[in-house]
């Protein structure tokens, strides 16, 4: 249907030589009182209004926005283009070949599953860190990688070919995000629109969360399911209410020895306090424009992590040179300033005829009050002031040594016993504990629960376990808990930004200047996010010092940030497992949930590529960076991190002569045709996949086997049983699969049935184009910990057919033959953390019908409903225990026939029976907030909408 332009908004920009055809925002009084964000919102639904989906009452539900009222407005925001990474980019080209095929079995053309708005896909996930430390990791690492994924590149190589407006970045170029802002990007759509030029602005949703690194550059985007990208794809516009807006207000400058990494952890903690779940967060004030671009960019990167839905800086002069640093068409950027200028997009808060916007919520940093941080040793949230490290490590130490799992109890008016000294699992290795400490009295506790006696305590009075290791270069050593054994500059979220990754450079090699090393037992890697970081490395000569420390090149992607960390060396893993030692990682990432990492990595800390090399100097958490030295010069004197911290003076001056214009253009310049390896890929041919039953990494999903052209009626829900009941803040790395893939479990099992040998296993991301690997490690997480198991963890549960515990995916399937449908029980802030729609697909395929959570994140809650499972919230102030819930219970669910009647009830009533007969029953608060979720629900998901409305239009 095409435009009906209500507001006669349609005009002509002139720039330079070139007319655009642009919808004016000032045609609609009131929009210039909207922040940023909400004006590039209203200019989507003025391009877009058709008097049907969009109307005139959707514009003018911003022209009089309320920022103090509960958002209510549903509108359909079309985004501009897709980007997608390569982990949730397989599964999206397999179910656009899947519709292909559904498509043809309801009578249609194939040919119509195409995207119809930009997608490009950058394969950034695959890439493991096998070899580190030596000049050979990445040309190693290259070729594991390939012989790893040959069937998932071939598979994608064929997409690139059979579907228009696709493209595929290949392997080795960089990270999905850091991609985007320094080349995808554009600041300002231009499509050809009836043979006139149209201008609008650049906005994108993606399958990376951290799609919001592009909020720096102004582009309006965020990270969702790959379920709702494939939608976005095939032109389905993204159905979401008119949100809050939270007005971030800057002030100050960042004060010298702080880096972006603080500033960002401190922000990251404020919005989590303050509560940003679903909100837009919008940066203003006189401070914006003393943070540079790549700061803006590590900021928004974290949105993510505190919950919002973005947190975008506004265009502005630092916009502008960012454009032309990274190597942006003159044109292009005449383009993005006068288009900002005249739709009152920039930002310059000394103009004369400059508004202060509206905002529903206010928040305010003087920038010069950060000081330097880091968080853990789970949560990036929980942000410790470096000079408070030590002792912050020293209470939460005691939350992980020898903790039995089969046993947990809290420890309460326990007897303080003297300090001993115990001999380990061999008689060399010593365990000394303080006298506080009533893990020496053989006691086991939980350390949420216990009291302070028992979790507090200063540096000295945290145990230790020493273990002597021979390493394979013949080095003796010995391990303790707290040793950090991963050391990692990951391409996460600082790579984009030259400040912080040459002030790592700057720091390695006045490190080396004063004869410092790693600790031999600490594996070091660097894996930047582009190319872009190694040309500025090489000129400014600083790659030398950073390999004399062992942070050579292993990869241009998503490394130890996903848990692709690799595996630690063997005698070191050994030596953990066998003695049970909790070590550390230590990475200039955005996630350091459990279990991510690396299996035999207890607590992560996230920290600034500088401090990653200070760590890596240190060797151990436990450790004042303030009061004890690194090492010794030759002629002995102490060396502390004060004396190798970089100057800013000398961090500025390294970026004003090493980072130029020419090496984006460079690395740039044919970003889509790849290496040799790339080009030499065998690339089958047709507008359908030829699917290969053999397959163990890309395989035909079963989502559309025996649908009709109609949805069935949704019905309620009955006799359900708990297939899990899980804490707070529970991750969609707890819930879908991720990391390695072990031997002993269902999926390796599958594997092993196939052929597959144990080092081809490979990883959970890698496979995500199969099915039948992914939903058995659905909720298989080595550290889930599911109720209804007490003080197991991993991905087990009870079978209540029979009362035995076997795993999830056994349970799962035994209620499937007895045709028993499932819930899931959780509490806050349920499905936090990656975009992973495999959390959902997982769950759909498991057989859950509903998930019923005190709250959700923004993105699971809605993938959830995306492949047909109904989220469903306890009453306010309550929740399962509150409840007496405990997980054994049958629940039946009534209300959601409603549904078929067109409306949506705000609750459904469950009802959850005991076995003596007792009842509980509840209101639950049904998730689905808006009528276009209705109509996804009601198809059994977003997919198979599509697929009937394509099929229908025909």
């Known amino acids: 249907m095409s435009n009906v332009d209500t507001f006669g908004s349609k005009g002509t920009l002139e720039v330079g030589e070139t007319s655009y055809e642009i919808y004016r925002l000032s045609a609609v009084p009131g929009l210039e009182r909207l922040p940023y964000s909400l004006k590039v919102l209203a200019e989507n639904l003025l391009r877009t209004e058709d008097g049907a989906n969009i109307t005139a009452e959707h514009v003018n539900a911003f022209a009089t926005w309320d920022p103090s009222a509960e958002p209510d407005t549903e509108i359909q925001f079309t985004p501009a283009r897709v980007v997608m990474q390569d982990f949730t980019g397989v599964p999206c080209v397999v179910d656009l070949a899947t519709m292909r095929e559904a498509v043809a079995d309801l009578g249609g053309d194939p040919n119509r599953i195409n995207p119809l708005a930009p997608a490009e896909l950058v394969i950034d996930h695959s890439v493991q860190i096998d070899v580190a430390g030596r000049p050979d990791a990445f040309e190693r690492n290259v070729e594991l990688e390939y012989q790893r994924n040959f069937e998932r590149y071939q598979f994608l190589r064929w997409g690139q070919t059979a579907f228009d407006d696709f493209k595929v970045v290949p392997p080795g170029t960089g990270i999905v995000h850091q991609v985007n802002l320094e080349y995808l990007a554009r600041g300002v759509m231009t499509r050809d629109v009836g043979g006139v030029v149209r201008a609008y602005p650049d906005t994108c949703v993606g399958t990376d969360s951290h799609t919001t690194m592009v909020n720096g550059l102004g582009v309006l985007g965020w990270g969702v399911g790959g379920i709702e990208a494939e939608a976005a794809m095939l032109g389905q516009p993204v159905s979401m209410l008119i949100p809050r807006v939270v007005g971030f207000k800057l002030s100050g400058a960042i004060p010298a020895g702080v880096t972006a990494t603080d500033v960002v952890l401190t922000i990251t903690q404020q919005l989590r306090q303050h509560g940003v779940v679903g909100k837009f967060v919008e940066f203003y004030g006189d401070g914006v424009a003393e943070v540079p671009l790549a700061n803006r960019a590590t900021i928004g990167n974290m949105s993510p992590e505190f919950g919002s839905t973005c947190a975008i800086f506004p265009i502005d002069d630092v916009t502008i040179d960012y454009l032309r640093l990274t190597g942006r068409s003159d044109d292009q950027i005449a383009l993005v300033e006068a288009y900002a200028r005249e739709q009152g997009l920039w930002h310059d808060p000394s103009a004369a005829d400059y508004t202060e916007p509206t905002f529903s919520e206010y928040l305010e940093l003087d920038l010069s009050t950060v000081v330097p941080s880091i968080a853990g040793p789970k949560r990036p949230q929980d942000r410790i002031e470096l000079t408070e490290a030590k002792e912050s490590f020293a209470t939460s130490i005691l939350d992980y040594v020898n903790q039995d799992p089969s046993e947990s109890v809290v420890a309460s008016g326990l007897e303080k016993p003297p300090a001993i000294s115990t001999t380990g699992l061999d008689e060399s290795v010593e365990e000394t504990f303080p006298a506080s400490d009533p893990i020496a009295a053989g006691e086991h506790y939980d350390a949420t629960d216990a009291p302070a006696h028992v979790t507090g305590g200063d540096a000295s009075q945290r145990p230790h376990k020493r273990v002597p290791v ?485």
């Open 470 to 954: 021979t390493l394979e270069s013949g080095t003796q050593t010995e391990l303790d808990h707290g040793h950090v054994v991963i050391a990692s500059i990951t391409s996460c979220t600082n790579t984009s930004n030259p400040s912080v990754m040459l002030a790592a450079a700057l720091l390695a090699k006045k490190a080396v200047a004063k004869g410092l090393t790693a600790k031999p037992w600490v594996k070091t890697s660097m894996a930047p996010g582009s190319k872009v970081v190694t040309d500025y490395y090489e000129q400014a000569g600083l790659w030398p010092y950073l390999e004399k420390l062992g942070f050579h090149l292993v990869g241009y992607g998503c490394a130890t940030c996903i848990g692709n960390s690799g595996p630690l060396p063997e005698e070191v893993s050994a030596a953990v497992n066998e003695h049970d030692l909790s070590v550390v990682s230590v990475l200039s990432g955005n996630r350091n949930f459990e279990g991510r990492i690396n299996p035999d990595v207890k607590m992560n800390y996230l920290a600034s590529p500088p401090l990653v090399v200070a760590y890596a100097l240190a060797g151990t958490m436990d450790f004042d960076f303030e009061n004890e030295p690194l090492g010794t010069t030759e002629a002995g004197e102490p060396v502390f991190l004060r004396d190798i911290w970089p100057s800013p003076a000398e961090v500025q001056e390294t970026i004003d002569s090493s980072v130029q214009r020419s090496m984006f253009t460079k690395d740039y310049a044919d970003v889509f045709a790849g290496d040799e390896r790339w080009q030499g890929l065998p690339t089958p041919e047709g507008a359908t996949f030829e699917w290969d039953a053999q397959s163990t990494y890309v395989r035909k999903p079963p989502y559309f086997d025996g649908m009709g052209a109609t949805p069935e009626p949704v019905t309620d829900i009955s006799g359900a049983r708990v297939l899990a009941k899980l804490g707070d803040s529970v991750t969609t790395d707890h819930i879908s699969p991720a990391g390695s893939i072990k031997a002993d479990s269902p999926a390796g099992a599958y594997l092993a049935e196939h052929g597959v040998e144990r080092r081809d296993f490979n990883s959970y991301g890698s496979r995500r184009g199969n099915h039948e690997v992914m939903i058995r490690g659905t909720f298989a997480n080595i550290r889930l910990r599911n109720q209804l198991v007490p003080g197991v963890e991993g991905g087990f549960t009870v079978n209540h057919l029979n009362g035995e515990q076997t795993t999830i995916y056994e349970a799962a399937q035994a209620y499937a033959s007895s045709g028993i449908p499932l819930v899931i029980l959780g509490g806050k802030e349920y499905g936090s953390g990656s975009s992973r729609d495999w959390a959902a697909k997982g769950t759909s395929l498991l057989g859950v019908r509903a998930v019923i959570t005190e709250s959700f994140e923004r993105i699971h809650r809605s993938n959830l409903i995306g492949m047909g499972v109904l989220p469903l919230q306890f009453p306010a102030g309550e929740s399962a225990d509150s409840l007496g819930l405990d997980g054994t219970e049958t629940f039946d669910i009534a209300g959601v026939t409603q549904l078929n009647e067109g409306t949506t009830p705000r609750t459904l009533r469950v009802t959850a029976t005991k076995a003596d007969g007792s009842t509980v029953e509840l209101d639950a608060v049904l998730r689905i907030d808006t009528p276009g979720e209705a109509d996804y629900y009601r198809n059994g998901g977003i997919l198979q909408y599509v697929l009937r409305s394509l099929v229908s239009q025909a």
